[in-house]
Every structure is written in C-alpha cells, then in structure tokens.
C-alpha cells in the first residue's frame, strides 16, 4: 500500500517464449510456443510474451511440463502503448545541441548589432566632416591640408574595415543559422512517437512448491497458410525411348504475415479444416413435377450437342478461391528439420516429399486440339500418401519446360503428364462434309471425312499415337457409325486411337470418316 492508503496493482513481469512447432492449415496456423519459467508456492498468474495479436483466444490452450504444478485456466490480454524513439539522454543531448546553436545565434546577431551602431556613428562623422570642410573659404598660408587629408584617410580606412566586418558576420550568421535548423529538423524527426501493439498470454497456475518448469501454450492464427507444390522431372531411357523415370518433388508453399518471426521450428502441414461445421447439413425436400408434351414437341426431337469429360479420381468442382483437397480424409505431411518462416507475406518452401516413378513415355498428337504432338508420361503413383492437387514445373533432363496444374491423385492411382511440344511432328487436318435428305422418308444422313496429312521434321524416326474422336448418340432416333477406319481403335466414349511410325524426314497422310443418321423427326444441332 501506498501512503494515500490505496493498494498498488503490480502487472507480472512477461517471461519471453520461442516458437517451437507451427501446423499450417488451409486458411490459418496452430502455433506452439514454450518458456521457462520460476514459479512460486500457490496460485499465481504467469504472463507469456511473444504471440501475434491476431491469435483466436477460444484457441489458446496450456500445459505445464511437472506434475507438480496444476494450469487452472488461461486468457489473452492486449495492450496499445506509444513508445518514444529516442532515449532521455539521447532527447536532453539533442536538445542541448538545439539550445547551443540558438544561442551561437544570437551572440552573432549581438555581434551585428554592435557593428551596425559603430557604421552608423562612422557615417554621422563622415558627414559633419564634409560640411565642416565646405566652410573653410579656401587654402592659406597657415592652413594644414595635409592633417586633413590623413584625416580622410582614416575615416575610409574605418569605414572599409567595418564593411569587411560586416561581411564576415553576415557569413557567420548563415552557417550558424543553417547548423541550428538542421539540428532542429533531427530534434524533430528523431522525437516522435510510435504505437505498439502487445499482446499476452497469461496462465494460471497453482504449484504445490518452488519450482523451474516448462510452459507450453498452443493457439490458432489467421494471415498463415499452405498450398501444394510438386516439380516433375523426365529422364528417357536412350536406348528405349519408351521407357524412362520420373522424379517426383512435392512441397508445402507457405506465407505467412501474422506479426511473428518463426526461426528453427519444426513445420507440418495438415489438410484439416478445424474451422468449418462439422455437423451434416439438413436434406430439403426436392419437388419434382411432370407434364404432358404439346403436340408439336411429340412430333419432334430436338438433339442438343455438349462437350463432356470423362471423369477420373482428380476431377473435382473447386470453389472460386480452392483450398487443399485432400479426396475426403485428414492427411498430415511432416518433413525432417526445422525452418525459419519470416513474417513478410512471401512464399517459402518446404519440401515435404520425393519419389522416382517408372513411366511409359509416349509421343501424342491431337490433331483437333494441336498441330504439334506432345510428350506423355504415364505412371502409377505408389506413394502412400496421395499427390495433392496444385501447380506443377515440368522439366526434361535439366531444362524446365513449362508450368502446369496437376490433379488429385490417390494411392495406387495411374495417372498420366505432359513434358511439352515435340516440334519435330507436325499435322494438318482437314474435315469434308456431306449432306442427304430421303425425300420418302425425311431420314438425314451426314458424311464426314477427316484427312491427317504428317509429317516428321527430324532426321530419326518417331513413334507417335494418334487420338482423335467421333460424336457418341445417347438416343433411339441418332445413330453414329464409323466407316473406312483402319487400323484405328474405338472406344465407348467415342475416342478413336491408333499407333504408328514416322520415317526420318517422312510425310503419311491419315483418313477415317464417319456417318450420322438421323430420322425425319431429329432436329440436328449441326
């Protein structure tokens, strides 16, 4: 208590904590902080410094390393204070340099004054001295002119060395000036205020006696996060250019601006969602409704053509801004050693796994989509952990050939890669189309004809696959059927395929065709 009697509220002083262990989530991270810490017998508060103002307090959580000591609750406490960027003694020296050159100042201007009231009285002589001498009527014999002229002389004399005086005191006056503004401008620019935001966390705890213990506190944060990214990389086999490896890098992205530097942690990365509702949502009743077609719609059946894709384990409505997708279950990626992840918003990465695949290399042309073929690598994931969908760098040998976007990919999985353009294959395709009506029955008939004229550019030859397609009908009333097709395959989804060789400096023109029937009451979208 103090003399007025009141009692004086004490805060603890706050012990300094380092990051041990950060888990990055999709959208924020779960840090682990620890400190040591001597407590005394009983309850006590113990304040922790050293966490980002931004952390959720119905996240935090803490443990304490003994079995001695008890942690009964824990909170978060924040604070706003202005600091001053200068010390005491730093501000009373700067002000004392300040008032110094005030003062050099003024014992100039002093200076100055003084010499001005000396030229003035110099100037009042000069002058009487003139009208005194235009009096005398002239020279005589007793007259002594040469005491007047030495006279003279020594007023111009006084009168010059004051105007180098004053000369000298106006340059003076000048640096002193300018010497008392610049240590002005530091006294201001060097004393100013900034606001500092804290924030702590404090536990409670009751030990049973006097004890060193460890403190571990555990809290969330937003303005953190991860985002897969791997690099695939092409080596062909030379003798079996059909064969070859694939070396597969996979790494965690990671930005972070959350107000903590996080030096030497251990880092993982987890596909969780601890934020989003658990619960499953309420199933509305979905009314479905019926009725009868107009006499004009029985008459007729309008075919609407669409583009659809054939569907595989990575394909997956994302949403605008895509998370981790992790095909459904909670994976965790924990790689060996710690990093430093400073807080300034750029990437860092972290690779959290490597594995060499076998792949079957392949030359593809798709002659609808491109003139040139591309190379394929077809492989089968065999990792344990799936490949997490996310940009992919593509490289062949040593050289990077291009960015791309890689799917989900689960274990066991087979899953094919694209490594770029072989410039050395070139297409041009051309379609021919012909058209026929039944004037008995109205039944239409078109005729498409597809001629692929290649050519290989390099001086070794090339094994190439070509993939083109056809319509698929999915009513009674259409049908497609493939004519003068040989050698080509046909699948059910209506891609046509076929593998062939391309001699050195070699041209192979190509043809299928194909035919649509349609009855008299099909309105054709084409």
């Known amino acids: 208590m103090n003399w007025w009697g009141a009692t004086v509220v004490t805060e603890p002083a706050a012990i300094k904590t380092e990051a041990k262990r950060v888990v990055f989530f999709e959208d924020r991270a779960e840090v682990t902080r620890v400190a040591a810490a001597t407590l005394t017998e009983g309850r006590q ?76 009285y110099l100037n009042q002589l000069v002058q009487q001295w003139c009208a005194r001498l235009a009096q005398v009527p002239g020279p005589v014999v007793d007259s002594p002119p040469s005491e007047w002229a030495a006279a003279w002389q020594s007023l111009i004399a006084r009168d010059d060395e004051y105007l180098e005086q004053s000369g000298a005191l106006h340059d003076e006056l000048d640096d002193a000036a300018d010497i008392q503004r610049e ?32 403190l571990e506190v555990r809290y969330r944060t937003p303005c953190a996060l991860w985002r897969p990214e791997h690099m695939a990389r092409l080596d062909q086999d030379m003798k079996n250019p059909r064969n070859g490896s694939v070396d597969w890098t996979s790494w965690g992205v990671v930005w972070q601006q959350t107000g903590e530097d996080w030096k030497d942690v251990e880092v993982a990365f987890s596909t969780a969602r601890p934020a989003q509702v658990a619960d499953a949502p309420n199933i509305d009743d979905d009314m479905l409704s019926k009725r009868k077609k107009t006499a004009e719609e029985r008459k007729q059946i309008v075919v609407q053509m669409r583009e659809e894709q054939v569907k595989t384990a990575g394909d997956r409505v994302e949403p605008e801004m895509p998370g981790v997708d992790d095909g459904g279950k909670p994976l965790e990626f924990t790689p060996k050693g710690t990093y430093s992840l400073p807080s300034n918003g750029q990437p860092t990465r972290v690779e959290i796994g490597q594995r060499a695949l076998k792949a079957s290399v392949s030359r593809v042309l798709i002659p609808e989509r491109a003139q040139t073929a591309y190379l394929k690598a077809d492989m089968n ?135 649509i029937k349609a009855k008299s009451n099909v309105i054709l979208p084409f």
Not at 98 to 111: C, F, T, W
Not at 401 to 424: H, L, N
Request: one cysteine or more.
């Open 45 to 120: 508060w113990v304040r922790l410094a050293g966490a980002t103002i931004l952390l959720d307090d119905r996240s935090v959580q803490a443990r304490a390393s003994s079995d001695r000591v008890q942690v009964l609750s824990a909170r978060v406490v924040r604070r706003v204070r202005n600091v001053d960027d200068l010390s005491r003694d730093e501000a009373a020296k700067l002000r004392q340099g300040v008032e110094e050159a005030e003062r050099g100042v003024q014992e100039i201007q002093a200076r100055r004054e003084r010499l001005g009231r000396r030229t003035n």
């Open 381 to 515: 994931w065999d990792g344990e952990a799936p490949v997490l969908a996310g940009p992919l760098r593509l490289a062949r040998g040593g050289a990077v050939v291009g960015r791309s976007r890689t799917k989900f990919v689960a274990s066991g999985e087979k899953f094919e890669t694209g490594f770029g353009p072989e410039d050395g294959v070139r297409c041009k395709r051309a379609v021919s189309e012909e058209r026929e009506t039944s004037k008995l029955t109205g039944s239409q008939t078109i005729t498409r004809k597809v001629t692929l004229r290649l050519s290989n550019l390099g001086d070794a030859a090339r094994e190439l696959e070509i993939v083109e397609r056809i319509p698929v009908s999915e009513i009674d009333g259409l049908e497609v059927k493939l004519e003068d097709a040989k050698d080509w395959k046909l699948d059910q989804d209506g891609y046509l395929k076929r593998q062939l060789k391309l001699e050195p400096r070699g041209q192979l023109t190509l043809t299928f065709s194909y035919e």
């Open 183 to 214: 240590r002005g401008r530091e006294l201001s620019q060097r004393s100013t205020t900034h606001t500092i935001y804290e924030c702590f966390i404090e536990v409670q705890v009751d030990a049973s006696s006097m004890d060193d213990i460890e």
